[in-house]
């Protein structure tokens, strides 16, 4: 059992930044496939960014050029440089970990952390 757990969260007025990290147990974090999701107060968990074990990211187009990821395999993390926040994305946001070399690609969430941009 992966345990992840998600901070870096906060409040910040529009235009702000905030980073974002991951953190999970496990001796395999290199083989893991890594990704944000987020999820608002009347929405469904809706996809981020990813960033895959071999480095290859992907990001929705609404926040691609404002945001980054990362990750440091050593440590067992990954980050969201969001960058130019918009009121609209204020959101919880999960880590997600799958365990893609394994036959059931298990899937891992963190807890979320929540991100507050004002206005």
């Known amino acids: 059992q992966v345990q992840v757990i998600e901070c870096g969260g906060g409040s910040v007025q529009a235009g702000g930044s905030l980073r974002l990290s991951c953190a999970a147990s496990g001796h395999t974090f290199s083989n893991y496939d890594l990704g944000w999701y987020r999820q608002t107060s009347v929405g469904e968990r809706a996809f981020v960014g990813s960033?895959?074990?071999?480095?290859?990211?992907y990001f929705v187009d609404d926040v691609r050029g404002r945001f980054t990821i990362s990750r440091d395999n050593g440590k067992n993390r990954m980050y969201l440089e969001m960058n130019n926040l918009k009121p609209e994305e204020t959101a919880i946001y999960y880590c997600?970990?799958?365990?893609?070399?394994?036959?059931?690609?298990?899937?891992?969430w963190g807890q979320g952390t929540q991100v507050n941009v004002s206005s």
């Open positions: 960033i895959s074990r071999d480095g290859s990211w």
């Open positions: 997600n970990i799958v365990a893609s070399l394994f036959k059931d690609h298990p899937t891992f």
